[in-house]
């Protein structure tokens, strides 16, 4: 399966963005989807993850009650709704999928970067 991110860019601290992830290739329905990212000079981290068919899981504690992930399988997308960004939410964003039953990502989207103000 092929991932395309998209819905990143520059917001002031407070503001929200819609991030989405486009599936093509496989069948969407058929994944756990997942949103990761990776600010400057760190290593990626794990933000969400969806099941299926709906059902959050492992929601990174710094973002509980600002982002919210969700899913359309007949549109084959992921999104993550961002509100009350913070200037430490900025790095790139990258939707992962992974085949349940197995707990490594195999399938990456090619980011899309998230920049907040303070």
């Known amino acids: ?5 998209s819905g990143g860019g520059l ?17 969407f329905s058929g994944y756990i989807m997942g949103w990761f990212r990776q ?22 504690d710094s973002v509980k009650g600002r982002f919210i992930v969700s899913r359309e399988n007949a549109k084959n997308t992921v999104y993550l709704q961002m509100n ?6 900025t790095g790139v964003y990258y939707c ?16 899309t970067q998230v920049t907040v103000s303070s």
């Open 1 to 5: 399966v092929q991932l395309q991110a």
């Open 11 to 27: 917001v002031q601290a407070g503001g929200s963005l819609r991030l989405s992830c486009v599936a093509s290739g496989g069948t």
């Open 96 to 111: 992962g999928g992974r085949i349940p039953g197995r707990g490594k990502y195999e399938y990456w989207g090619q980011g």
């Open 84 to 89: 009350s960004l913070k200037p430490e939410d």
């Open 39 to 60: 600010a400057p000079g760190k290593d990626r981290e794990f933000v969400v993850e969806i099941g299926q068919y709906g059902g959050t899981a492992n929601l990174l």
